[in-house]
């Protein structure tokens, strides 16, 4: 968990609480099977600039850590788990100095009955964004010429934590899902402790996990070849 999600309108509407400074042109198409390695919007803090500037972009899903020999790391990092990201060597750095909001319309999770795997699409029932507590990375790719702007990656992770309540009986994991209030919070490069603020919206997490619904979807959702606002429509169980 979380390994497909969908971003269904990617305007500003679901990211304008969080008043972004800057939002890039180049952000990715609506998604209705966000897979992993594919480009999808984040939030993330620069501090480069002073005073820092909070800047929607595109990024790729499946973190990869500066110091990896090529993406393929970031296939085994798409999701983060809180209760070990502080050591972990992949996203230890990233915590402290580079934390993300991933805004998402819903995500899907496979509910295994009887050996059966059946996909449940899962979001707000009032049909707003969803915020997901994320990490970024910047990955520079050695072979590409020191002035090809592509050299540089940019990707990100989603992190997740224990499920609690009914969400529990679909998944042992869910992401850590986060309000407004604390998605400003994490996203603050001048927070002392990132521990901290991680351990504030893991708590937090089940509270927001009560505004979701979900109900079973066509397995077409299983293949990356199949993106259409069909898959998110109720089917029998």
Known sequence: MCGRF???????RFVSEIDPDIIADDLPEPSFNVAPTQQAAIVACSTRTDPPTRRVVSARWGLVPGWAK?????????????????TKRTFSSAL???RAVVPVSGFYEWQER???KTPQYIHPQDGGPLLL????????DPARAQDDPARWVLSFTIL??????PLAALHPRMPVFVDVDHARAWLDPSADDPSSALDACVADAPREARRLAWHAVDARVGSVRHDDPALIVPVAS
């Open 70 to 86: 090529d993406l393929s790391a970031g296939a085994r990092a798409i999701n983060a788990r809180s209760e070990t990201a502080a």
């Open 114 to 116: 009887d050996g059966e």
């Open 6 to 12: 969908v971003v269904a309108d990617p305007g500003v």
């Open 96 to 98: 402290h100095a580079r």
């Open 133 to 140: 507590a994320g990490l970024y990375e910047w990955w520079r």
């Open 160 to 165: 997740t934590r224990a499920a609690e309540g």
